[in-house]
């Protein structure tokens, strides 16, 4: 018993020590002069010109608080810190429900700060968790609190907070999400922006809807509990009908949140920078966006979209850095949040083909090596059989070339030559490239009759516009702090996983998909850009039921263009010379200045006439085959 009351005892001692150090703290903070109310951290993203494309507070337009909608003020009070009018910085009953909340999960379930203390934390303060930051900011809040009315508090915070997609205080807030002053917003927009800033990244309605519904739904109802709503208002709710906007002052672009996106989600895997950085702000981002080249890839979409049923994702690459250019992850990120780019997985068709004659070329074939073009059925495994077929049921009836093979984009000589090789000899060279994806070494794979990431692709086709040198795709270039300290910088690593030469014969083969000296039994895949071009390009075309592929490249830039129903559903054929529109308008928007674009020779590959057709050596013939020094001879004596 005696124990009992000599720990009630000390419990009172340190509840009336802590008190008066308390007290003494109001007093020494009264006496200080008061804290200037700056603008909030916030993080930028600029492009590969280090121009701001995304900014946050500092840029912002201050609003009074008289000026904000009073059903937002209130919301958001109520939803944030109920007892803010009450308390003087800290709400300690929150604080200790937080506590015994956090020690009873095990873990951190979220902490009881006041508007207040955001508020300083916004202002201030790093984001790291630690004994000194927290004291900083407790002795911060009472200066806040000694000097400012709540109605400054108030507006400051509303000026300051995060909103997320790069957006700070309420009044871009309503501006981005809903295209309307602050003023004049409705009860479900209201909720709306009172439950974003709880978890900025996670509860906005354009990047994560799903998340968004769960959280005004959670919000609506506490309201209603709390009588902040009536009853009947509660009934009437109806967020399905938010007009949402989704659109930075800044830019008109409706894909350029894609690009944004698809930074966020490379800047949360990159290690040694804080998440709550982040979450709150406080960074300098450098990107390699190119603002041409994505105003230009938007145009083209635009331009050549055919109905609202079927989707549009293109992805553009600097070969010499593997820096992501541009990106457009569908037609219109308001419409559509999800980034087809980086999530979606699609077969790839013919597209794997220039992998494929790497393989063959690297294993002892050459450009006039020859095949039958007939329909075949090819017996594999257990007594499996596949019967591949070519588009539009055409055959050559003939032996044909690899050069032909790769211009009509015949599936016969295709797994034929998988076949002879060995189906484990194209997987290893697509690892070899970069991609990740798991492969199963079967005969259609040939035809890329694969699902693979449009990103995850576009790495190993860098591979072959870098002359054989895997670089990793990489929109970020470098990150600062809010002060211009340098927290990141991309390390540029390249590594030779394919021979140069081999590369250099495997791109030519691939300007002979639009060149009118092949058209025979069946016309070069990308006979329709002929004429078209300004400068040369190695090019690729893929079909599936449900997909239509473009890629296409030089030395100075790559580009992948897909165009499909995100349902799987039939596509309308006009979409594959929709995308080649696109690609083309794209880059020759962004090569229009360039001179040389195209690959030196490499002095171990020589060039040699040959007949397109025959596959025959003919000195007067203008179309050339390129061969490995030497294994060219065999072609030249026969004839």
Same mark, same amino acid.
């Given at each position: 018993?005696?124990?009992?009351?000599?720990?009630?005892?000390?419990?009172?001692?340190?509840?009336?020590?802590?008190?008066?150090?308390?007290?003494?703290? %109001?007093?020494?903070?009264?006496?200080?002069?008061?804290?200037?109310?700056?603008?909030?951290?916030?993080?930028?993203?600029?492009?590969?010109?280090?121009?701001?494309?995304?900014?946050?507070?500092?840029?912002?337009?201050?609003?009074?608080?008289?000026?904000?909608?009073?059903?937002?003020?209130?919301?958001?009070?109520?939803?944030?810190?109920?007892?803010? &009018?009450?308390?003087?910085?800290?709400?300690?009953?929150?604080?200790?429900?937080? !506590? %015994?909340?956090?020690?009873?999960?095990?873990?951190?379930?979220?902490?009881?700060?006041?508007?207040?203390?955001?508020?300083?934390?916004?202002?201030?303060?790093?984001?790291?968790?630690?004994?000194?930051?927290?004291?900083?900011?407790?002795?911060?809040?009472?200066?806040?609190?000694?000097?400012?009315?709540?109605?400054?508090?108030?507006?400051?915070?509303?000026?300051?907070? &995060?909103?997320? $997609?790069?957006?700070?205080?309420? /009044?871009?807030?309503?501006?981005?999400?809903?295209?309307?002053?602050?003023?004049?917003?409705?009860?479900?927009?209201?909720?709306?922006?009172?439950?974003?800033?709880?978890?900025?990244?996670?509860?906005?309605?354009?990047?994560?809807?799903?998340?968004?519904?769960?959280?005004?739904?959670?919000?609506?109802?506490?309201?209603?509990?709390?009588?902040?709503?009536?009853?009947?208002? +509660?009934?009437?709710?109806?967020?399905?009908?938010?007009?949402?906007?989704?659109?930075?002052?800044?830019?008109?672009?409706?894909?350029?949140?894609? &690009?944004?996106?698809?930074?966020?989600?490379? !800047?949360?895997?990159?290690?040694?920078?804080?998440?709550?950085?982040?979450?709150?702000?406080?960074?300098?981002?450098?990107?390699? @966006?190119?603002?041409?080249?994505?105003?230009?890839?938007?145009?083209?979409?635009?331009?050549?979209?055919?109905?609202?049923?079927?989707?549009?994702?293109?992805?553009?690459?600097?070969?010499?850095?593997?820096?992501?250019?541009?990106?457009?992850?569908?037609?219109? &990120?308001?419409?559509? $949040?999800?980034?087809?780019?980086?999530?979606?997985?699609?077969?790839?068709?013919?597209?794997?083909?220039?992998?494929?004659?790497? #393989? #063959? !070329?690297?294993?002892?074939?050459?450009?006039?090596?020859?095949?039958?073009?007939?329909?075949?059925?090819?017996?594999?495994?257990?007594?499996?059989?596949?019967?591949?077929?070519?588009?539009?049921?055409?055959?050559?009836?003939?032996?044909?070339?690899?050069?032909?093979?790769?211009?009509?984009?015949?599936?016969?000589?295709?797994?034929?030559?998988? @076949? +002879?090789?060995?189906?484990?000899?194209?997987?290893?060279?697509?690892?070899?490239? *970069?991609? /990740?994806?798991? !492969?199963?070494?079967?005969?259609?794979?040939? @035809?890329?009759?694969?699902?693979?990431?449009?990103? =995850? +692709?576009?790495?190993?086709?860098?591979?072959?516009?870098?002359?054989?040198?895997?670089? =990793?795709?990489?929109?970020?270039?470098?990150?600062?702090?809010?002060?211009?300290?340098?927290?990141?910088?991309?390390?540029?690593?390249?590594?030779?996983?394919?021979?140069?030469?081999?590369?250099?014969?495997?791109?030519?083969?691939?300007?002979?998909?639009?060149?009118?000296?092949?058209? =025979?039994?069946?016309?070069?895949?990308?006979?329709?850009?002929?004429?078209?071009?300004?400068?040369? %390009?190695?090019?690729?075309?893929?079909?599936?039921?449900?997909?239509?592929?473009? #890629?296409?490249?030089?030395?100075?830039?790559?580009?992948?263009?897909?165009? *499909?129903?995100?349902?799987?559903?039939?596509?309308?054929?006009?979409?594959?010379?929709?995308?080649?529109?696109?690609?083309?308008?794209?880059?020759?928007?962004?090569?229009?200045?360039?001179?040389?674009?195209?690959?030196?020779?490499?002095?171990?590959?020589?060039?040699?006439?040959?007949?397109?057709?025959?596959?025959?050596?003919?000195?007067?013939?203008?179309?050339?085959?390129?061969?490995?020094?030497?294994?060219?001879?065999?072609?030249?004596?026969?004839?």
């Amino acid at each position: 018993m005696k124990h009992v009351k000599r720990i009630i005892k000390i419990g009172c001692i340190l509840c009336v020590l802590g008190f008066m150090f308390l007290i003494g703290l %109001y007093i020494f903070a009264y006496f200080t002069e008061p804290i200037a109310l700056n603008t909030a951290n916030s993080y930028y993203i600029y492009d590969n010109k280090d121009n701001v494309i995304y900014q946050g507070s500092n840029n912002s337009e201050w609003v009074s608080l008289d000026n904000i909608d009073d059903k937002f003020v209130e919301y958001i009070v109520n939803v944030e810190d109920q007892h803010f &009018y009450q308390h003087k910085g800290f709400d300690v009953l929150r604080i200790l429900k937080s !506590l %015994y909340l956090n020690f009873k999960s095990g873990k951190i379930l979220g902490g009881g700060s006041s508007i207040s203390q955001q508020y300083v934390k916004n202002l201030f303060l790093e984001f790291d968790q630690t004994w000194e930051r927290k004291i900083e900011e407790a002795f911060l809040t009472i200066r806040l609190e000694t000097h400012y009315s709540k109605k400054e508090i108030l507006e400051g915070y509303l000026n300051t907070i &995060y909103f997320g $997609q790069g957006i700070y205080g309420v /009044k871009d807030a309503a501006q981005y999400y809903f295209n309307k002053d602050i003023s004049n917003i409705t009860i479900e927009e209201a909720i709306t922006l009172a439950g974003i800033p709880k978890s900025p990244n996670n509860y906005n309605p354009i990047s994560n809807k799903e998340a968004f519904f769960k959280r005004v739904n959670v919000v609506s109802k506490f309201l209603k509990d709390n009588d902040v709503i009536s009853e009947e208002e +509660f009934n009437s709710l109806n967020f399905n009908n938010l007009e949402l906007h989704g659109k930075h002052q800044n830019n008109n672009l409706d894909t350029l949140m894609y &690009y944004q996106d698809a930074v966020i989600s490379e !800047l949360k895997n990159i290690k040694g920078v804080p998440k709550s950085l982040l979450d709150d702000g406080g960074l300098r981002i450098y990107t390699n @966006l190119d603002m041409d080249a994505q105003t230009a890839m938007e145009m083209a979409i635009k331009e050549n979209d055919i109905d609202d049923d079927n989707q549009i994702a293109s992805v553009l690459v600097n070969p010499n850095t593997g820096g992501i250019m541009a990106l457009a992850g569908g037609k219109n &990120y308001v419409k559509s $949040q999800y980034n087809r780019v980086t999530q979606a997985k699609r077969q790839v068709g013919s597209t794997i083909k220039p992998f494929l004659y790497y #393989a #063959a !070329l690297n294993n002892g074939m050459t450009a006039a090596s020859t095949f039958k073009s007939e329909k075949t059925s090819f017996v594999f495994g257990e007594n499996k059989t596949y019967s591949p077929t070519n588009y539009g049921d055409l055959y050559g009836n003939k032996d044909i070339t690899m050069a032909a093979a790769l211009s009509y984009s015949d599936n016969v000589y295709a797994v034929k030559t998988h @076949l +002879f090789l060995g189906e484990n000899t194209l997987v290893d060279t697509l690892k070899s490239c *970069g991609l /990740k994806e798991e !492969l199963m070494p079967n005969p259609s794979l040939a @035809l890329g009759a694969k699902e693979i990431n449009m990103l =995850d +692709f576009a790495t190993a086709y860098t591979t072959l516009a870098s002359g054989g040198l895997k670089r =990793d795709l990489f929109f970020i270039r470098r990150i600062e702090d809010i002060n211009g300290n340098k927290i990141y910088e991309k390390e540029f690593e390249e590594t030779r996983v394919l021979d140069e030469s081999i590369t250099y014969i495997v791109n030519e083969l691939m300007t002979n998909t639009y060149n009118y000296n092949f058209v =025979d039994y069946y016309s070069p895949t990308v006979l329709y850009l002929n004429g078209k071009l300004s400068h040369k %390009y190695a090019l690729k075309s893929g079909t599936t039921d449900n997909d239509y592929w473009l #890629a296409g490249y030089n030395k100075e830039a790559l580009m992948l263009v897909w165009a *499909g129903n995100d349902q799987n559903a039939e596509t309308p054929k006009t979409y594959s010379k929709a995308i080649k529109n696109i690609w083309l308008d794209t880059m020759e928007n962004v090569e229009k200045d360039m001179d040389e674009v195209w690959y030196t020779k490499p002095d171990n590959v020589v060039a040699v006439p040959m007949d397109p057709i025959t596959g025959k050596y003919n000195s007067k013939s203008k179309s050339l085959f390129y061969f490995l020094s030497g294994t060219e001879l065999a072609y030249i004596n026969k004839n």
